[in-house]
């Protein structure tokens, strides 16, 4: 009898070290005409891009689909369908075409700093730069419950397409952000 024990916790212990790490995963949809406001510092080089931003939009859970939303509302015509889980909020400063010292990366966009209050689990911040390919990493730079996520490592985005928006002439942006399991 000792041996199977030691067997199949030797066993277990195998198993749970060859596992890969959990990931949990969040959709942000951000309306740009109503949940983001914009600095009149532009760009012209640019096409008038606006210098900086913030923004504050819904949380809703990895699952949720936004390829068809009109509005990033929870429910009703054109919404997610889905629960929002917490609100995200977003500072950044427009980077593209910096640095000029050395030449740019094309995929460089914005600067920024990101918070995710995920409702009575906690929260967590990531910062770092977005890019305007499909996937690119955040940096974690802290967690108020590291069960929740780790309070330090990489988070990865990934762009989503979404619907048209109902609210107003700007895009609706919409991501996913994954990030690797807390202890």
């Not at 066993?11 to 969040?26: G, L």
């Not at 330090?152 to 399991?181: C, D, R, Y």
């Amino acid at each position: 009898m000792k041996t199977l024990i030691k067997f199949g916790l030797a066993a277990a212990m195998v198993f749970a070290t060859a596992m890969p790490a959990m990931a949990k995963s969040w959709v942000v949809c951000l309306d740009q005409n109503k949940d983001a406001r914009f600095s009149d510092e532009k760009t012209p080089a640019l096409t008038g891009t606006p210098d900086f931003f913030v923004g504050a939009a819904p949380v809703y859970p990895g699952g949720a689909n936004v390829s068809s939303v009109t509005n990033c509302a929870q429910s009703g015509t054109g919404g997610v369908g889905r629960s929002a889980v917490g609100t995200f909020f977003a500072f950044g400063g427009l980077v593209a075409g910096l640095p000029q010292s050395i030449t740019p990366n094309a995929n460089d966009v914005f600067y920024v700093v990101w918070h995710f209050r995920i409702n009575g689990r906690g929260a967590f911040d990531t910062t770092g730069i977005v890019r305007s390919s499909s996937t690119y990493s955040q940096t974690i730079t802290g967690s108020t419950n590291p069960g929740l996520v780790p309070t330090h490592g990489f988070a990865t985005i990934t762009n989503l397409t979404t619907g048209t928006a109902s609210t107003g002439p700007a895009p609706l942006a919409a991501f996913k952000i994954t990030t690797p399991e807390g202890p």
